[in-house]
């Protein structure tokens, strides 16, 4: 089993910048693909960005493309999402979501991922 943390989210102006992480627990995390996805409020939700195990290859959502950047540090369990040039239509609770079996990705479907964080809120102001 895996549990996953969101953290880093909050009230930022538009344009500004954020970096949300998420550590996982299980000792399986380095070999298990990561992803983001986002959902605002009323809409279904949205891929974000995800990487592969090893952190050889990202894949990201065409609102984000070019402003966000998908990390990993497998020593210490974490994924990262850096957010730059934030905007209003970027506000959302953002998930963290890893994949059971091993190896492979980036996997842009909801479906590909078998754990989920509870999510972490980010308001962007206009």
């Known amino acids: 089993q895996v549990q996953l943390v969101e953290s880093g989210g909050g009230l930022v102006q538009a344009g500004g910048s954020l970096r949300l992480s998420c550590v996982a627990s299980?000792?399986?995390?380095?070999?298990?693909?990561m992803g983001w996805f986002r959902q605002a409020s009323g809409k279904e939700r949205e891929f974000v960005a995800a990487i592969t195990w090893n952190g050889d290859d990202t894949r990201y959502g065409g609102s984000v493309k070019g402003r966000f950047t998908i990390s990993r540090d497998n020593a210490k369990n974490e994924v990262y999402v850096q957010m730059n040039s934030l905007k209003p239509e970027d506000t959302a609770v953002y998930y963290c979501?890893?994949?059971?079996?091993?190896?492979?990705?980036?996997?842009?479907?909801?479906?590909?991922?078998?754990?989920w964080g509870q999510g972490t809120q980010v308001t962007v102001s206009s």
């Open positions: 299980g000792s399986t995390f380095s070999r298990s693909a």
């Open positions: 979501a890893a994949r059971a079996k091993w190896y492979g990705g980036p996997y842009f479907g909801e479906w590909a991922y078998d754990y």
